[in-house]
């Protein structure tokens, strides 16, 4: 069973920056596509970014250039800086890892609250 632990999440002004990090049981990172999704009260989670196993990494338009996926192999951790923060950033924060290969398998953190407000 691989559990998923976020943290970094809190309350921040706009512009300025928070760095999320995923915690993951076993060595997962290098094996699963490991990402971030964020959600509001009322609407579907959306994907923020991912990054596969041979480190490709993918965004969406709305935090490209101003978030970073990237992962640590040794700690097994994948981490989100989140740079020029705005207000519609706010949304709870999850961590996802999959894979299809041998079997389909899709687990999920408990999430982290993000607030960006002044």
């Known amino acids: 069973q691989v559990q998923l632990v976020e943290s970094g999440g809190g309350l921040v002004q706009p512009g300025g920056s928070l760095r999320l990090s995923c915690a993951a049981s076993?060595?997962?990172?290098?094996?699963?596509?490991m990402g971030w999704y964020r959600q509001v009260p009322g609407k579907q989670r959306e994907l923020v970014a991912t990054?596969?196993?041979?480190?490709?990494?993918n965004y969406a338009d709305f935090v490209r250039g101003r978030f970073t996926i990237s992962r640590d192999n040794a700690a097994n951790t994948v981490y989100l800086p989140m740079d020029s923060l705005k207000p519609e950033d706010t949304a709870v924060y999850y961590c996802?890892?999959?894979?299809?290969?041998?079997?389909?398998?899709?687990?999920w953190g408990q999430g982290t609250q993000v607030t960006v407000s002044s």
């Open positions: 990054i596969t196993p041979g480190g490709s990494t």
């Open positions: 076993g060595d997962i990172v290098t094996i699963y596509n």
């Open positions: 996802n890892a999959n894979r299809r290969v041998p079997i389909l398998q899709n687990y």
